[in-house]
């Protein structure tokens, strides 16, 4: 018998249980190698069916066509954050429009002005993070290489329900935090980043999909390392990757297709899961009050206060007793923050709110 908790972490995160044993009974030998996945060469034929089967996973559950790339690199979301604007944006004459609605995309537009022009267009940082822009709140350059937005904020609990219309300028996310929990349409984006250690697997993958015609926009004198275009020439393997991490998306992403039967019921099951936080929220007389404006609630960081900072302290040292960690807000905005990604089980988060319910009538 495992002593698993739920664990509410915004990542590294939860993984599914059952990939997680998949790759126990792997670890020494994979397929009768011999050999460890972390032993082998990223060079050799079983790393490079590791990459194609994930690989092609990703294209079907993310509806992919053909004309974009995906690379595994490394450096974190944060690292795109500067490989974006370095790879787009620098060039006579060419600007980009950023959205920003949390602490990332600040992050985000913070690296472009290092490498040239990037314009806020819309900022929700005077309402302190509340929710996403509305259409007519938008106002885009038409000349804009690309649009920034960040399709999750992890920190707030803010995420877009679906993708802004940016009249075909294509659009750049930072999909850290929602990646593979909902369907998109794909032929929307120029370019989609995602740090793997939420949604895909461990930390130290960083996943780049990027439409083909964009890489000409690469300059040539770029680092090696920080070019799109030498990794997608090289198939992510101008350097070695990180072999483990791709392999465990490998299993998460067969977990997706093959137990959960694709991204159309996995929003379902988030919708489902979120739900039972924000009503037990919406349900506590004001004693728990959610962050978020509820047109922009997120499905995968339930974020909400307590009438007092010493509530906040006590329920989540409360909420350890009762098997649940992860819970205390992110440092920059307090709170109580639940990430319940793909792999929370509903299970978990009954236990989360059945504890809210009581810890409310206690306190209340
Ligand atoms: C939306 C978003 N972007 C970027 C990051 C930074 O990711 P990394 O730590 O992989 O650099 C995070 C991390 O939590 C995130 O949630």
């Given at each position: ?316 040292a409360e909420a350890k007793k009762y098997s649940m960690d992860g819970l ?9 923050r639940a990430s319940i990604y793909n792999a929370m089980p509903e299970k ?17």
């Amino acid at each position: 018998m495992h002593n698993r908790i739920y664990n509410f972490s915004a990542g590294p995160a939860v993984l599914p249980e059952g990939v997680l044993e998949e790759a126990q009974k792997d670890l020494l030998s994979l397929k009768g190698l011999g050999m460890s996945v972390m032993e082998i060469s990223h060079r050799c034929k079983a790393a490079d069916e590791i990459f194609a089967t994930t690989d092609a996973n990703l294209r079907r559950l993310l509806r992919l066509g053909d004309n974009y790339k995906i690379l595994w690199l490394g450096g974190g979301a944060s690292q795109q954050f500067s490989m974006v604007p370095m790879n787009l944006l620098r060039g006579e004459g060419r600007s980009a429009d950023y959205i920003l609605t949390g602490s990332w995309g600040e992050k985000a537009i913070k690296e472009a002005k290092k490498e040239g022009t990037a314009r806020a267009i819309w900022t929700g940082k005077a309402e302190n993070f509340v929710r996403v822009p509305k259409p007519e709140e938008l106002n885009f350059d038409p000349k804009a290489v690309y649009v920034h937005y960040t399709s999750n904020e992890t920190i707030q609990g803010v995420q877009f329900e679906a993708e802004p219309d940016a009249g075909g300028i294509p659009l750049v996310c930072d999909a850290s935090s929602d990646i593979l929990s909902r369907p998109i349409d794909a032929s929307k984006y120029g370019l989609i980043y995602a740090g793997a250690q939420k949604n895909m697997g461990p930390a130290g993958l960083t996943v780049v999909i990027i439409r083909e015609d964009l890489l000409p926009l690469c300059g040539e004198n770029l680092p090696s390392m920080l070019s799109y275009r030498v990794h997608a020439e090289n198939n992510s393997v101008y350097n070695t990757p990180p072999v483990f991490a791709i392999y465990i998306l490998m299993l998460v992403t067969r977990w997706l297709i093959e137990i959960i039967g694709g991204l159309e019921p996995m929003a379902a099951i988030n919708k489902r899961k979120s739900q039972l936080l924000y009503d037990a929220i919406d349900s506590s007389g004001g004693f728990y009050r959610g962050h978020s404006d509820p047109s922009c609630r997120s499905a995968m960081n339930v974020t909400w206060r307590l009438p007092s900072e010493d509530l906040e302290k006590e329920f989540v040292a409360e909420a350890k007793k009762y098997s649940m960690d992860g819970l205390k807000g992110h440092r920059s905005v307090g709170g109580i923050r639940a990430s319940i990604y793909n792999a929370m089980p509903e299970k978990g988060v009954e236990t989360l709110r059945d504890f809210m319910k009581d810890f409310a009538s206690k306190k209340g």
